[in-house]
């Protein structure tokens, strides 16, 4: 399948005649045009190391395949302009600084950065804004050129859904429907007690001890402990936005107070800071619940339990009034996805502990209580609760009286790329196009292209 409706990289664009320099024993020169627009060398192979940087591999010719992506993007480039497409600065430049950090921190710096790209990070971040920019039109002029498949009707649906093999259409994983309610430990008195502890870490810092040696013994973070804390250098947007304030106040060796974050609590050691990277040490410990917290709640939601099938209480009044957990209380303790509002979860959707405990069960069946997490934080907070399993849909091929958002979306796509594909067949054939003969060789995925 063709890759239609995907922001190109284009890693960088550099003007004509800029620079000269070799790439496999030739010189930086235009190896295509598309219409008005050149493609270099120099961009083809900076590309490429960008693809191989990030771990990409193509069973074509990559640099083949490269350039056929970056023609591709020419011919929706010239439209845009014609259709005089807008970009808003806003966006780029909040994506060009995503970028920036993301490289920064994963290169280990900005001198790596340059060593690793061969430029100054200021040349590098006028390429790729430029990157950007195309990338932004090319998406808009992809979207307009598409704008027929977002006015499917149901009709067009039932059509897709008749014309397409059964083994085509999409399959519907085993989808669950449960109900909770959720009782939460004391969290205050556990958050005081890490609290406690960190301090004493701090103190005994303070007083000599090596933090990486505490990091190493008793921090929670397993991928830093085994360097003694350190994060290595990275960019501060990575990081929460308390946890880099509070890291880039410091001053090298200088340890942090305690600093909570959804992932816990931590205190901080300053190594070196750059800009806006830093590399830090930290001890992270998270809250622990005492078996008295868990044997209480179990004991309240074996009581509601005993309740609810004894009819003395209807399941969705019991977690209305008891459930702690403020989403699924105020449906009852249905569980919806807060960005769908689907009621309907696969497996990969539910929590491990909450899968294990319903794939046991029978429809209506309330399980025993049970310890699981929440939705808040990278890890999520300890939960303790019950469930019921309310419906399960067993796995289908999609059906158009139960499966109608599905297969809308699945006939929007196959419209979406059937229109994005045809302007590029039709665009091929009517742009001016000349390819070097370096390339004309290639194996394109398409026709057209050489003439």
């Known amino acids: 399948m063709k890759k239609l409706f995907i922001l190109l990289l284009l890693f960088p664009l550099l003007e004509a005649g800029l620079c000269a320099q070799r790439y496999d024993g030739v010189i930086d020169k235009t190896v295509a045009l598309v219409g008005g627009d050149m493609i270099m060398l120099s961009e083809i192979e900076q590309e490429v190391q960008m693809m191989q940087f990030q771990g990409y591999s193509s069973d074509r010719n990559l640099r083949c395949e490269v350039l056929e992506n970056m023609m591709t993007s020419k011919l929706f480039l010239t439209q845009a302009k014609l259709d005089s497409l807008n970009i808003n600065p806003d ?53 307009k050129v598409a704008e027929k498949a977002e006015n499917l009707t149901p009709e067009d649906v039932r059509t897709f859904y008749k014309r397409t093999p059964k083994d085509s259409l999409p399959v519907i994983p085993t989808q669950y429907q449960i109900s909770q309610i959720c009782i939460y430990p004391d969290k205050e008195k556990a958050s005081l007690a890490v609290r406690e502890r960190l301090l004493s870490f701090r103190e005994r810092v303070l007083s000599g001890t090596k933090f990486s040696i505490l990091a190493t013994m008793y921090s929670e973070d397993p991928g830093s402990a085994m360097r003694g804390g350190e994060l290595g250098m990275a960019s501060r947007s990575i990081f929460w936005p308390v946890f880099s304030d509070a890291a880039m106040a410091l001053k090298p060796d200088q340890v942090s107070s305690i600093v909570e974050t959804p992932d816990g609590f931590h205190i901080i050691q300053l190594i070196e800071r ?8 930290h001890i992270l410990l998270k809250p622990k619940y005492t078996e008295e917290d868990r044997t209480r709640a179990f004991s309240r939601l074996d009581s509601l339990k005993t309740m609810i099938e004894a009819d ?27 960005n769908t509002g689907s009621a309907l979860f696969e497996k990969d959707q539910l929590k491990p502990a909450d899968y294990n405990v319903l794939r046991n069960m029978e429809i209506d069946q309330i399980s025993a209580p049970f310890e699981s997490l929440d939705n808040e934080g990278r890890s999520g907070n300890t939960v303790y609760k019950i469930i019921r399993l309310d419906k399960i849909i067993p796995s289908h091929i999609a059906r158009y009286e139960d499966d109608f958002n599905i297969l809308q979306a699945s006939a929007k796509n196959k419209k979406t790329q059937e229109l994005i594909e045809q302007f590029v067949v039709d665009k091929i054939k009517t742009s001016y196009i000349v390819i070097d003969p370096l390339f004309q060789g290639c194996q394109f995925s398409r026709e057209g292209w050489v003439k």
């Open 274 to 281: 750059k800009g806006d990277m830093f590399n830090a040490r």
């Open 312 to 338: 003395s209480i209807k399941f969705f009044w019991a977690a209305r009034y008891y459930s702690e957990d403020p989403m699924s209380r105020t449906n009852g303790g249905v569980l919806a996805d807060p």
């Open 91 to 143: 966006m780029v430049l909040a994506q060009l600084n995503d970028r920036v950090s993301n490289i920064l921190t994963q290169l280990g710096g900005e001198e790596a950065t340059e060593k690793y790209f061969g430029k100054s990070l200021f040349k590098l971040r006028q390429e790729w804004q430029e990157a950007i920019e195309e990338q932004s039109l090319v998406q808009q002029m992809q979207q």
